[in-house]
């Protein structure tokens, strides 16, 4: 099953929305998942059904903070098999390390990688790469997916737990007390993808759990049992014109040209996943023009540069595809939100 994920990662979701007073059946039954499926964590479905669930139990039960209530409430253990890997690393900078090696066996849907090169912490990223879905389509899974992330470095990591800065995603869509009530960083919303910035301290901390042969046990184990997916070719281009937006030119011909690639042969790969190029590179511009407008103060026109158009006008048009407003509208509009839930 494309972009599947294990039902584990709905761990303790029967009895999170029991207790606050849903239906969690007929939850289920609306998103054609069976119930039958929670009888065994390795069973899957489409992660498209899971981020529909969470959606609908958010309305259902009017909690608009559900994903990040469900995610503060799960531990390493939703990953399955990969969490004796993880839990028995040396550091938790070589347990993240694991996660990157064998998150496609939690969802061929997630992308884990991690950017080590400041000198104060380490930027941990993770995309959820679903052809129907964007990151701003699937608030509370997003939520949820930030919300978990922090219980499992803080599980690890004990004491020496701390992270300054959390990117996420999506837009905030109520009152800003309530998220940072959850966390202990700073959050920027609007971002391409969930970002957890882990310090220097938090990634060389030792694991309780450490133990060198148990944990080469397990990742041969995984190794053998789960060979690593093949990675779609929109992924990779996605992934890659993220990298490159603001410092290539980045065309088809020069995606082609990184790729070793014909251009005419990268799009007809790109047409049998469903996909093309344009397609790509204009969710990739849609977020980072999203996340300019709304986090940043560059004039309009440096904005079109950095996202490789040829000038302002055609940043109007594409916001007026995209959201129905101008650059200068959404601008407003997130700097008025923003204040007024400041200051509640």
């Known amino acids: 099953m494309d972009n599947s994920v294990r039902i584990g990662g709905l761990n303790n979701y029967l009895d ?16 054609d998942i069976p119930f039958e499926a929670f009888e065994d964590e390795d069973n899957i479905i489409k992660y498209s059904q899971l981020a529909e669930l969470l959606e609908i139990t958010s309305q259902e039960l009017k909690k608009p903070d559900f994903g990040l209530y469900l995610g503060t409430r799960q531990k390493v253990n939703i990953l399955g098999p990969v969490s004796i890997a993880i839990q028995t690393a040396s550091t938790v900078g070589e347990a993240m390390q694991c996660a990157a090696r064998f998150l496609h066996i939690q969802s061929s849907a997630l992308n884990y990688h991690m950017d080590e090169q400041h000198p104060d912490y380490v ?18 899974n997003i939520d949820r997916c930030v919300a978990v992330g922090q219980e499992i470095w803080k599980q690890l990591s ?64 995984l190794e ?48 049998k996943e469903h996909s093309s190029f344009e397609e790509i590179r204009n969710k990739v511009r849609k977020e980072r023009v999203i996340y300019y407008l709304c986090n940043t103060k560059l004039p309009f026109s440096q904005i079109a540069n950095l996202v490789g ?36």
Not at 127 to 139: F, K, T
Not at 318 to 331: A, D, T, V
Request: charged letters at 25%.
């Open 16 to 31: 999170v929305v029991t207790r606050l007073g849903g239906n969690p059946e007929d939850l289920l039954d609306r998103c």
């Open 123 to 140: 930027r941990t990223i993770v995309d959820i790469n679903i052809p129907e879905l964007s990151h701003r389509q699937m608030p509370q």
């Open 158 to 221: 004990g004491d020496k737990f701390n992270i300054p800065k959390i990117e996420i995603p999506r837009e905030l869509s109520f009152p800003k007390p309530m998220y940072e009530s959850y966390f202990d960083s700073d959050i920027e919303f609007n971002s391409e993808s969930i970002v957890w910035y882990i310090s220097r301290d938090t990634y060389e901390a030792p694991l309780p759990l450490s133990c060198k042969r148990l944990h080469e046990f397990a990742s041969h184990y």
């Open 224 to 271: 053998e049992q789960f060979p690593g997916k093949n990675e779609r070719l929109a992924v990779l281009v996605e992934r890659e014109l993220r990298k490159n937006l603001e410092v290539a030119d980045c065309t088809r011909e020069w995606m082609a040209n990184f790729l070793e690639l014909h251009p005419r042969t990268l799009q007809r790969l790109l047409t």
């Open 309 to 344: 158009y040829s000038g302002q006008a055609a940043l109007s048009r594409s916001c007026q595809r995209w959201f129905s407003k101008s650059p200068r509208q959404i601008r407003g509009n997130s700097r008025s939100y923003m204040q007024s839930q400041n200051n509640q």
